[in-house]
């Protein structure tokens, strides 16, 4: 545990990616494997289901530090953060423990699932008591599932590949799907041997770049395939052996939800692979996101919402072709062997009697344009086709692991806009956790400010400080760990998708929205009405 943390400790204090690296390889290198395997698993993201409620564990450590719930309270408020105000308040330790993470994750952490409360409030108590700060606080953040240190999985990728001379694609292939801690787990996932290709597993996703500069700085357009950013789920069609899979880019197998899916793909040849998108279909095209949206955490779908909403798989690239990994063919090459592949497919659907729907899987339709300028026009028909924009993809480009500058391109229309009034701040997280920075935005109906939508993301720090400053100077309620403020501060706020919503007090959902501006010329009742935002639906939703 001791390790541990002081991988934490070297981590947080560091926004060098060469050092972060760095820090994790000599660490993998440095412990046994089945600690190793636990850190993996935390840094890659990954985090058991929360074990304890919060509130437990405050007044826990409020009696071992003897100090009442409001005090406590008031240093929770100062620092902003529970695992870190724990950590500080507790009383140094009375012992010390020389035991490996797994050690304490296995046999302390996991042991607390399905305890009565009084024996875990002994068991945290007393693990308390044989740490370091330090520890500590890497320990708490692992219990309340608040555990983030800023690294990705693709940096824990290329620190493991430069501590064991693996190549980081294969490390990254075998960190995907579902996989279990342990010190077998980590020893197959450094092995040089790297023809162990799991039957279900998929590769790692190609990602893109978003580009926001002058299209023209692309070159000739010829040496670039198109297509249409569709919205949906990414993912892989697996066929191999007789069997299918469908993992979804967040690394879930979602072939139960999309069940329609499995006929066409059991025609797909053995050592198949396909890149692509799900989406929700029908006779006329793609559905709005808000529909597939009905489908999505569902493990299985009834036959109502099966015929209310069918899915399709629309593939875009070809990754294994008879078994082989044709990650590193051209672009060109993959995309045409792709359109033989699923016009085999076609042609075994359409000649199954056993089958009487069109097939579900199907290649992506190019965009056909033979200048930016005419690419733009094109472009300006996304919303009307319910998709993103447009996909740019180097003709000569391999399938890269991760995102990877200068390969794929995505170039969407430009979002939705929207003025809206602060009325509600949180404390954020990570290095934030001392600033107002998770804020509610309203929108008038009527005379009424109506909540619309969160946004965390979007300012500068500088700005952040200011808006924190605004907070806690013109807080009028406290709710737990909000704070509603005086209705002044107005900001421009951009989102990609809208949709109907009878769970949101204004009857709306967007997607991904973010501050894009701080409005500082404008005044509360400037801001837009809920009117306005419903002219944005989408026709089918806005009558």
């Known amino acids: 545990m001791k390790a541990f943390s002081g991988l934490y400790r070297q981590l947080d204090e560091t926004t060098r990616t060469t050092e972060k690296v760095a820090a994790m390889r000599d660490y993998f290198r440095s412990v046994p494997a089945a600690d190793a395997a636990?850190?993996?698993y935390f840094l890659s993201g990954r985090r058991p289901r929360r074990l304890l409620k919060a509130r437990d564990m405050a007044g826990w450590c409020a009696e071992i530090a003897e100090l009442p719930d409001w005090m406590?309270?008031?240093?929770?408020?100062?620092?902003?953060?529970?695992?870190?105000?724990?950590?500080?308040l507790l009383p140094d330790a009375d012992m010390e423990s020389a035991e490996p993470l797994h050690v304490w994750v296995e046999q302390e952490l996991l042991s607390l699932r399905g305890r009565e409360p009084e024996e875990q409030r002994e068991r945290v108590q007393q693990a308390w008591r044989r740490m370091d700060r330090h520890e500590r606080f890497v320990w708490n953040k692992l219990i309340t599932g608040g555990f983030r240190v800023g690294v990705s999985q693709r940096l824990v990728t290329r620190a493991l590949a430069e501590a064991f001379d693996v190549p980081a694609a294969v490390i990254a292939h075998r960190l995907m799907g579902?996989?279990?801690p342990t010190p077998t787990f980590f020893t197959g996932l450094i092995s040089q041997t790297t023809d162990d290709v799991d039957l279900s597993r998929p590769y790692p996703f190609c990602l893109a770049h978003p580009h926001e500069g002058e299209i023209g700085s692309l070159g000739d357009i010829g040496d670039w395939l198109i297509e249409w950013k569709w919205d949906g789920i990414r993912a892989q069609l697996i066929r191999r052996q007789g069997e299918t899979f469908l993992w979804s880019r967040g690394e879930e197998m979602v072939l139960p939800r999309f069940p329609e899916l499995e006929p066409a793909a059991a025609m797909l040849p053995s050592g198949t692979v396909l890149d692509g998108e799900i989406v929700g279909w029908n006779e006329g095209g793609v559905l709005p996101?808000?529909?597939?949206?009905?489908?999505?955490?569902?493990?299985?779908?009834g036959k109502k919402l099966l015929r209310e909403v069918p899915a399709a798989f629309i593939a875009f690239d070809l990754l294994?072709?008879?078994?082989?990994?044709?990650?590193n063919r051209p672009l060109s090459w993959r995309r045409k062997r792709l359109q033989e592949v699923l016009e085999d497919l076609a042609d075994r659907h359409a000649g199954s009697s056993m089958i009487d729907t069109p097939v579900p899987v199907f290649a992506s339709p190019l965009v056909e344009?033979?200048?930016?300028?005419?690419?733009?026009?094109?472009?300006e028909e996304s919303r009307e086709r319910n998709v993103e924009g447009l996909m740019l993809k180097r003709r000569d480009s391999e399938y890269a692991t991760g995102r990877v500058t200068g390969v794929w391109w995505k170039w969407k229309v430009a979002p939705y806009t929207v003025d809206a009034v602060l009325i509600y701040a949180q404390r954020g997280h990570g290095r934030r956790a001392g600033l107002y920075s998770d804020y509610t935005f309203a929108v008038w109906d009527g005379d009424t400010l109506v909540p619309f939508a969160k946004a965390y993301s979007g300012l500068t720090d500088e700005e952040m400080r200011r808006v924190d400053q605004f907070v806690r100077q013109n807080t009028q309620e406290r709710f737990g760990?909000?704070?509603?403020?005086r209705a002044?501060?107005?900001f421009e706020l951009a989102f990609e998708g809208i949709q109907r919503s009878p769970r949101h007090k204004s009857g709306i959902a967007v997607r991904f929205p973010r501050m894009a501006r701080w409005r500082t010329d404008k005044k509360p009742e400037d801001a837009d009405s809920l009117e306005t935002i419903r002219a944005l639906l989408p026709a089918e939703d806005g009558a």
Do not use: H, N
């Open 72 to 88: 406590f309270e008031e240093c929770y408020e100062f620092v902003g953060d529970l695992a870190e105000t724990m950590a500080l």
């Open 481 to 485: 760990p909000v704070r509603s403020v």
């Open 178 to 180: 579902d996989w279990e």
């Open 38 to 40: 636990w850190a993996v």
């Open 289 to 301: 996101f808000g529909q597939l949206q009905r489908r999505i955490g569902r493990k299985t779908v």
């Open 488 to 490: 002044e501060l107005v």
């Open 369 to 379: 344009a033979t200048t930016w300028d005419e690419c733009t026009t094109v472009r």
């Open 320 to 327: 294994e072709d008879a078994g082989k990994d044709v990650r």
